[in-house]
């Protein structure tokens, strides 16, 4: 079971499946970067970005400021290229030269949001988004000289693919002209659907008693949960905000329910498979509790934030995850930091004559580590951002946003699975995000003004 961690050979697919990862072949599977495509090229800052002309579906805090008579549109767009990478290793646990290696393209839409007022200084903000998603494909060949000797080769399979999504509905009050207080519900809908199977190939038998093995797990999820926020503008004038932003979050276990079958196949005789089982039961999955602090400043030119969340993943770091593949491999949830630091240039916004000038230039990175432990080593984590806001006199104030980001995935050293080496995998991505921000800030727009005739 030395590859079971990494995709067998070298392999290029593409999918409309949000990540590839074998990392996601656990609990939730790979948690995506939240926030609009402004906020994810400057690194997902944006617990305390208030902004007029920005939805921001961090902070429920942030819709008490939805401008009246108007409302804010977004949507955003997500292609990634994934480059992973394995080391291997001999059974006496010598690196051998070459690595395995996988390639995988996907493609999605990563996130819609609306935000409109619904009296001075409330507002709401809807929005959906995938909150993690499940990709991956594993095959490899049994190592046990025992089963070569008894059976002949046996090739072990196994296969992920689906999304979690969030639906947030949030509400926002400024009770004081400088500071808002908000709270959204979260929720979480979707459903993760993993293949594991066993194949008997080579048979050195002579008989037909042994069969494959091919099952099938579906997790299904329902559940709703909250979270409240803060915003204070230490500063706000015409030509600048100093903003300091909080958010909690209530996690808590998900309880989706599981759907198993599996199905046996006589590999001599070709006998046609048949369910031996189908149940339905929970499984833990969970979404972490979680406490968010930020601080953001903007003025006529410059804009610049950072974001520091901590969410508890592990509450003591006890129980083992359990997964139908990875059996030998010990896996647990961990608590997690992340490190969110963006900046922001915009020459001369209203400069009529240079394009170039009204143009937004952002830059950002992203710091922290995944919320599993494989084998008792945790896995590291880092994003290099960049993007540019292109305005546009379409429909009001439009925004074109355009974003790119290098991620990767990394662990310090080797694990030992059944007492031999096995590298952790160096996952590589490069993600491109295409966003649409539509302000409609025309002064004739009166849709929260009530007509009146003479």
Same mark, same amino acid.
């Given at each position: ?229 803060? *915003?204070?503008?230490? @500063?706000? $004038?015409?030509? /600048?905000?100093?903003? &300091? ?5 209530? =996690?808590?276990? !998900? ?16 006998? *046609?498979?048949?369910? @031996?089982? $189908?149940?339905? /039961?929970?499984?833990? &999955? ?5 406490? =968010?602090?930020? !601080? ?29 593949? &990875? ?39 992203? &710091? ?87």
């Amino acid at each position: 079971m030395l590859l079971l961690l990494m995709p067998f050979g070298v392999y290029a697919q593409t999918s409309s499946i949000n990540v590839y990862s074998p990392y996601s072949m656990y609990g939730m599977g790979e948690i995506l970067t939240p926030g609009s495509a402004q906020m994810r090229a400057m690194g997902g800052v944006g617990i305390a970005v208030r902004n007029y002309g920005q939805i921001n579906p961090l902070n429920p805090a942030a819709a008490s400021i939805a401008p009246q008579k108007n409302f804010l549109f977004d949507v955003s767009f997500d292609g990634t290229h994934y480059r992973n990478s394995q080391k291997k290793y001999n059974a006496e646990g010598v690196a051998l030269s070459k690595p395995a290696m996988a390639v995988y393209n996907g493609a999605n839409i990563h996130s819609i949001s609306l935000t409109f007022p619904v009296a001075e200084r409330m507002g709401v903000s809807f929005s959906i988004s995938p909150y993690s998603s499940v990709g991956y494909k594993i095959q490899t060949t049994d190592q046990n000289e025992n089963t070569w000797a008894d059976i002949g080769r046996v090739r072990y399979g196994y296969d992920g693919e689906g999304d979690i999504s969030e639906v947030k509905l949030s509400y926002g009050w400024a009770p004081w002209q400088k500071f808002s207080i908000g709270v959204a519900a979260k929720y979480y809908w979707g459903g993760v659907t993993r293949n594991y199977k066993a194949v008997a190939t080579d048979i050195i038998t002579g008989s037909g008693i042994y069969a494959s093995t091919k099952g099938t797990d579906r997790y299904v999820v329902n559940n709703v949960k909250f979270q409240v926020g803060m *915003q204070w503008a230490l @500063i706000e $004038n015409d030509t /600048r905000t100093f903003t &300091l932003g909080a958010t909690y979050d209530f =996690g808590g276990e !998900l309880r989706p329910k599981r759907e198993s079958y599996v199905y046996t196949d006589n590999v001599i005789n070709s006998i *046609q498979a048949s369910p @031996i089982r $189908n149940e339905l /039961r929970s499984m833990e &999955l969970r979404v972490p509790h979680q406490i =968010g602090v930020g !601080l953001f400043f903007r003025n006529r030119t410059v804009a610049w934030g950072a974001d520091y969340t901590f969410a508890a993943w592990g509450e003591g770091n006890s129980k083992k995850l359990e997964n139908t593949t &990875l059996a030998t491999v010990d896996v647990r949830y961990v608590d997690t930091h992340s490190i969110r630091l963006g900046f922001e240039i915009t020459p001369r916004s209203s400069d009529v004559r240079n394009y170039l000038n009204r143009m937004a230039y952002r830059a950002g990175v992203r &710091l922290g580590n995944y919320y599993q432990s494989f084998g008792g080593e945790r896995i590291n984590t880092l994003a290099i951002t960049a993007g540019i806001g292109l305005p546009l006199k379409i429909w009001g104030i439009s925004t074109v946003n355009v974003g790119f980001e290098y991620g990767r995935m990394s662990a310090g050293k080797p694990i030992k699975v059944d007492g031999k080496k096995v590298g952790l995998i160096g996952q590589n991505s490069f993600k491109f995000t295409l966003g649409f921000s539509l302000f409609s800030a025309d002064t004739a727009d009166y849709w929260f003004v009530q007509q009146k005739y003479d």
